[in-house]
């Protein structure tokens, strides 16, 4: 039953997309109008199939009906509620609907908000290109990847999901909020594709999909942090690039995309930058299918490649599509994309924009190129090597720090070209902080010139974006004559858009400051405790108390209990476990974590304790990693704001100025 | 006086790399050990070095390494020890020959080619007498209106 | 004039099929593939040095002219356990050969482990501990279970990483017998 509507549902989308992208296809090519108004409606066709083979799907996984494959190897009547509704997205079949999900969801959204404009050509094969690539999920899923594949005779019981994702509530978010990112991408790449199709590759397009895409950038930063963030808790902590390859695939995506918002800005003001803008949407998109291609298929190991899958063909033939279709359309319209803007001076806000995407790029060159460099050696020398943390470390490190440089510099400098007076008022303070801030941070004795250079630049762009708030709201306390609270909220209500920004920055910053801070500053040890000893760690006093061991249908665990102390005070018990699943061979730690301000304890039990009341326990002093996701919290609270309507509204004659970013009378008001 | 606040700022932070770099460069024994670590990969565990891993064998490995270097191998011998014994997995650094160039210099390149493309365009453009929109610059900046209205 | 846009487009587009049909070679390939590939197979076995249960050394000196099975393990691993009928079998079948030598290397355990495993299964072949983990890293093993054969000159030409079936291992001393 919940198999046939899974399978009806599928079948369903797949003609609605079919339909949709065969009756716009006509209707462009025949320009008839009605038939573009009704293909605008397969999407909700589209959108209906999704959510049914969703809700059919989380049906069979609550009852735990295992005449569905998928349910019984990723199920079992033991599993709690919240895993049982996040087994949709714990193995591969499950998350190509999820993904199908967003997917329908982001076309609906653009369907319904640009309804007036369903005649509008740009929208009509922004829709196409859209329902095309739901077309290529749903056949996905029907085809080699179907989820709703039945089991006879019906098991009485599942296999369970995975261990390491039935470990941390964190779990259920995660990688939602990774797909809301991901798959967004598709919005801007449909109209991106529609803009060259139809020939408008000027700033329409652009605004059209403006807030769109900063809700995917948002989702996805927001997604890449908590997969950090769970995977701190529930894998143990063996630095930043090993994670996992997925972790760098979701990376390379957020790399272009960052590229792309900022250099958008870049297009609307000065009309320059259209090819690279353009090239960037399409790679950003291609780059979230090569990143499902390269962790799906397994051609790369990963925690997230769901055994041998028979989907990589498939992904790795829509990449090619994909990338054809973009640069064939680019080449095609090549002639006709000649920007008309120019670069005025080095030093202005273009400049640093291009900058900016420069680095960008590069980043994403370095991260794509030690990706799949392991796998150019294996096709073309049939060399097996690695590429890990040194080889990201060493060429990203200068990058980031030219980065850090631009956003301390970059929000401070004026479009087309910057007087020496104007930078003096914006800049001498914070680059004074900084500098000062970079010997403090050698006389205390930090690890090297990077770790202090980036505390320095750090500083100078925190200083930069204080002072450009405290700047903006004084101007706006003046003007309105309110107390400085109301004031910081009307300026930023002013102009979302530019204070939104300098919240992300900021969060970003925290970001670099927490990954150098718990990259060279944070200690490893492993200790043998007997019970009821007290030893000595780094700081912290551990006693062993002894072990309890909890046996739920689900798991069997052997929990640690540890009680530390710091500098006499009490900081409590904390207690790491290993967990050992039915059918599962290796254990699965689970850290225990005192979070803190400055530094995390961070307890592995690396042997589960022997009948002397032994154990042995992996403890590491981690510092100021909550400001990771202190950071990214920030990061998400300046992407709401940016998205937030502007008080200044903009006139409806006017799309161009749709960016007001350059604070004139804001600096003018400060003079 | 502005001036003389930024080449003072500038002095500063000059005087700052210099004696940090010069601080810098630790050889001891040790130092050159966990170095050593860093880019060995744990055998265990795919992806993490040794030096973050706690995994009996990493322990061990680190050890070993220590023990190589107080016996005065060169880092090369080192690596080149565990390359014959693991194969060329196990190191997480690629090594800088052949297709290793690819990996190591074509970013560097591009780098550099990206960043003297945009100087010279911004020189090319600074010669440039400003432009005046042409009929096809004034069309595109028409349609675009009537994109949006 | 041309567009610069396009020739860049070009160049784009060759390097990205030349990666996609990489990428195409790797799709077939089976991950699971070097399970029975060592670095060190035809190669001579590394020099180590054991200690055994009751206290004595063994080094790979003094297994010189023996057709040797070396297998590491430990207590705690689950597909250890799933070998150890085989290897008892095996083992039983080759005890009386006096050229055959049977040796089960502890990997990362304790010794109190270990003993009460030993006497617990009743295993019959020389346990030995490896506390400078020197056999550990000779041998390269990445994990546990892990079974080399040696020839009586010493070389490296049978390895299987996880759990062995009696097949595997009279293939492995096959192998160690064979007159080279």
């Known amino acids: 039953m919940k198999a046939f509507v899974g399978v009806f549902a599928l079948a369903l989308g797949t003609v609605s997309s079919v339909f949709g992208v065969i009756v716009l296809g006509l209707g462009l090519k025949k320009r008839d109008e009605r038939m573009l108004e009704l293909g605008r409606r397969f999407v909700f066709g589209v959108l209906a199939a999704a959510v049914l083979a969703f809700l059919a799907m989380e049906w069979a996984l609550l009852s735990h009906d295992f005449s569905l494959e998928y349910v019984y190897e990723n199920n079992a009547r033991a599993t709690p509620l919240l895993y049982t509704i996040a087994g949709l997205w714990a193995n591969l079949e499950g998350s190509i609907i999820l993904w199908a999900l967003v997917l329908a969801g982001y076309l609906a959204f653009a369907a319904r908000r640009f309804r007036d404009r369903s005649t509008d050509p740009l929208v009509a094969w922004a829709t196409l290109v859209g329902l095309a690539v739901a077309l290529f999920f749903f056949a996905l899923m029907l085809g080699p990847a179907n989820p709703f594949k039945t089991l006879s005779p019906t098991p009485s019981d599942g296999l369970g999901p995975n261990p390491l994702l039935q470990n941390h509530p964190l779990m259920a978010i995660h990688p939602p909020m990774l797909y809301l990112g991901y798959v967004g991408f598709t919005l801007p790449f449909s109209f991106a594709i529609a803009a060259l199709a139809t020939g408008r590759f000027g700033e329409g397009w652009l605004a059209d999909i403006r807030r769109a895409t900063l809700i995917a950038w948002g989702f996805l930063t927001v997604g890449i942090i908590l997969g950090g963030w769970w995977s701190y808790e529930v894998l143990g902590w063996g630095g930043y690039w090993a994670w996992d390859p997925v972790e760098n695939a979701s990376l390379l995506p957020w790399l272009t995309g960052t590229a792309f918002i900022h250099s958008v800005i870049v297009q609307e003001r000065r009309g320059m930058l259209r090819v690279w803008n353009l090239s960037l949407v399409i790679a950003t998109f291609s780059l979230t299918i090569l990143g499902t291609f390269l962790t799906r298929s397994g051609v790369l190991d990963s925690v997230h490649s769901f055994t041998e899958s028979p989907i990589g063909p498939w992904l790795l033939s829509f990449l090619a599509v994909v990338a054809a279709v973009g640069i064939g359309l680019i080449a095609w319209r090549g002639d006709r994309l000649r920007a008309p803007g120019r670069i005025d001076s080095p030093v202005s806000r273009e400049s640093a924009f291009l900058g900016n995407n420069l680095i960008f790029a590069a980043l994403a060159f370095v991260v794509l190129l030690g990706t799949v460099y392991p796998l150019l050696a294996e096709a073309l020398q049939g060399r097996q090597l690695s590429v890990g943390e040194p080889y990201f470390n060493r060429m990203t490190t200068p990058l980031g720090l030219v980065l850090l440089f631009l956003m301390a510099v970059a929000p401070a400098l004026p479009w087309r070209a910057a007087s020496g007076e104007v930078l003096q008022r914006r800049l001498l303070v914070p680059a004074w902080i900084g500098g000062l801030t970079m010997v403090v941070a050698l006389l205390l004795g930090t690890n090297g010139i990077t770790d202090s250079v980036t505390f320095g630049l750090a500083a100078f762009a925190l200083a930069g974006i204080a002072r450009q708030m405290v700047v903006g709201a004084r101007a706006q306390g003046r003007a309105n004559g309110v107390a400085w609270p109301a004031a910081t909220l009307r300026a930023i209500r002013s102009n979302p858009r530019l204070y939104g920004g300098l919240i992300v920055h900021t969060g970003i910053v925290l970001i670099a400051i927490a990954l150098v801070a718990s990259s060279s500053y944070s200690t490893r040890r492993e200790v043998r405790l007997t019970r009821d000893n007290t030893v000595n760690v780094s700081g912290y006093s551990l006693t062993y108390l002894g072990s309890r061991i909890t046996d739920t249908k689900q798991k069997v665990t052997v929990h640690a209990r540890i009680r530390v102390e710091r500098d006499g005070d009490a900081l409590g018990v904390l207690t790491p476990a290993i967990s050992s699943f039915p059918g599962r061979t290796s254990g699965i730690g689970t850290p225990a974590v005192k979070t803190g301000i400055v530094r995390d304890l961070y307890l592995t039990l690396v042997s589960s304790p022997t009948e002397r009341e032994r154990v042995t326990v992996g403890v590491q002093v981690n510092s100021m990693i909550v400001w990771l996701w202190i950071g990214g919290g920030v990061v998400a609270l300046g992407t709401l704001v940016a998205l937030m309507p502007s008080l200044r509204r903009r006139s409806q004659r006017d799309p161009l100025g749709a960016d007001d970013a350059e604070p004139r009378v804001l600096e003018g008001a400060s003079a | ?149 | 004039m041309k567009h610069p846009a396009r020739w860049i487009a070009l160049a784009v587009a060759v390097v990205a099929l030349a990666f996609v049909a990489v990428l195409a070679t790797q799709v077939s390939d089976d991950p699971q593939r070097e399970d029975n590939e060592s670095v060190l197979l035809n190669h001579p076995a590394p020099e180590f040095s054991v200690r055994t249960l009751d206290g004595t050394t063994i080094t790979q000196a003094d297994l010189a002219g023996k057709e040797v099975i070396v297998n590491f393990w430990n207590s705690w691993c689950i597909p250890c356990h799933e070998e150890l009928p085989a290897l008892k079998e095996f083992y039983d079948a080759h005890a009386t050969d006096p050229d055959f030598v049977m040796l089960g290397i502890v990997r990362a355990d304790s010794q109190d482990a270990i003993r009460a495993y030993v006497d617990a299964e009743g295993v019959d072949w020389v346990v030995a501990f490896d506390p400078g983990a020197n056999a550990t890293l000779g041998f390269a093993t990445r994990g546990q279970p892990e079974t080399f054969a040696i020839n009586s000159d010493g070389t490296i030409v049978g390895f299987k990483a996880g759990p062995s079936s009696r097949n595997e291992l009279e293939t492995m001393l096959a192998a160690a017998r064979v007159p080279s």
């Open chain 2, 1 to 149: 006086m502005n001036r003389l606040a930024w080449a003072a700022l500038a002095l500063l932070v000059v005087v700052a790399v210099v004696v940090a770099a010069t601080q810098a460069g630790d050889s001891s024994p040790r130092a050159r050990a966990n170095a050593l670590a860093e880019e060995i990969q744990c055998p265990e565990c795919d992806g993490v070095s040794v030096a973050q891993s706690l995994a009996p064998t990493s322990r061990a490995i680190v050890r070993d390494l220590r023990r190589r270097v107080a016996a005065g191998e060169s880092d090369d011998d080192i690596r080149a020890a565990y390359v014959e014994r693991y194969g060329e997995s196990i190191r997480l650094n690629p090594e800088g020959d052949g297709l290793g160039l690819l990996v190591w210099g074509l970013p560097v390149t591009l780098v550099l080619a990206g960043a003297g493309a945009l100087v010279f365009a911004s020189r090319r453009w600074r010669r440039e007498p400003l432009m005046h929109a042409t009929g096809a610059d004034e069309e595109l900046v028409e349609r675009a209106r009537r994109d949006d209205a």
